[in-house]
T-cell receptor, first 115, second 110 residues
Framework: DAGVIQSPRHEVTEMGQEVTLRCKPI?????LFWYRQTMMRGLELLIY????????DSGMPEDRFSAKMPNASFSTLKIQPSEPRDSAVYFC?????????????FGQGTRLTVV | GDSVTQMEGPVTLSEEAFLTINCTYT??????LFWYVQYPGEGLQLLLK?????DKGSNKGFEATYRKETTSFHLEKGSVQVSDSAVYFC?????????FGKGTRLHILP
């Protein structure tokens, strides 16, 4: 398996534009997580899904952020409109269900810069 | 709610020095505990884990022991190398999500 795949790796956009980040989890993994990493706040959990259903979105900072998982092999995180303070590295991770001692597997991240 | 607290960085050591990065946790139930490592420009990858009290996780010369009585999971390595320079995250798995500490940046000087 190629692991968790995120695209794009880097995104530079202007304030006010819509940004869509994409993630393909590892096949067979039932959990999908979106994290945001910044120097100030570290690694924050934004939202996670189980079997394509959003379970907890309490970490989503504002209504400008939305996430979807239309099927087991694809998820998107959308920011509309984007703002400079959204600049961060966004990670997607997946995890199999059934054993709570299993780790999450991370993608390489998307570095977002909003200018 | 569940939380993880790890020592603030950055930590700077000379090559071959002994390393300890402290981690304590708060959790209901019996979580699994993890250490992840992040190299520059990369995602997080699992370094080691422990699933129950007194378990010791180990990998690449790093070790950590699950101490329920002190709610701790400190990371240690006897002799660090320049290639160990990275950010280290302590984490716990409660119900179905994984909670991370803020990370500790480690610099190893040759």
């Amino acid at each position: 398996d190629a692991g968790v795949i995120q695209s794009p790796r880097h995104e530079v956009t202007e304030m006010g534009q819509e940004v869509t980040l994409r993630c393909k989890p590892i096949s067979g993994h039932d959990y999908l997580f979106w994290y945001r990493q910044t120097m100030m706040r570290g690694l924050e959990l934004l939202i996670y899904f189980n079997n394509n259903v959003p379970i907890d979105d309490s970490g989503m900072p504002e209504d400008r952020f939305s996430a979807k998982m239309p099927n087991a092999s694809f998820s998107t995180l959308k920011i509309q409109p984007s703002e400079p303070r959204d600049s961060a590295v966004y990670f997607c991770a997946s995890r199999p269900q059934g054993l709570l001692n299993t780790e999450a597997f991370f993608g390489q991240g998307t570095r977002l810069t909003v200018v | 709610g569940d939380s993880v607290t790890q020592m603030e960085g950055p930590v700077t050591l000379s090559e071959e020095a002994f390393l300890t990065i402290n981690c304590t946790y708060t959790a209901t139930g019996y979580p699994s505990l993890f250490w992840y490592v992040q190299y520059p420009g990369e995602g997080l990858q699992l370094l080691l884990k422990a699933t129950k009290a007194d378990d010791k996780g180990s990998n690449k010369g790093f070790e950590a022991t699950y101490r329920k009585e002190t709610t701790s999971f400190h990371l240690e390595k006897g002799s660090v190398q320049v290639s160990d320079s990275a950010v280290y995250f302590c984490a716990l798995s409660g119900d179905d999500k994984i909670i991370f500490g803020k990370g500790t940046r480690l610099h190893i000087l040759p």
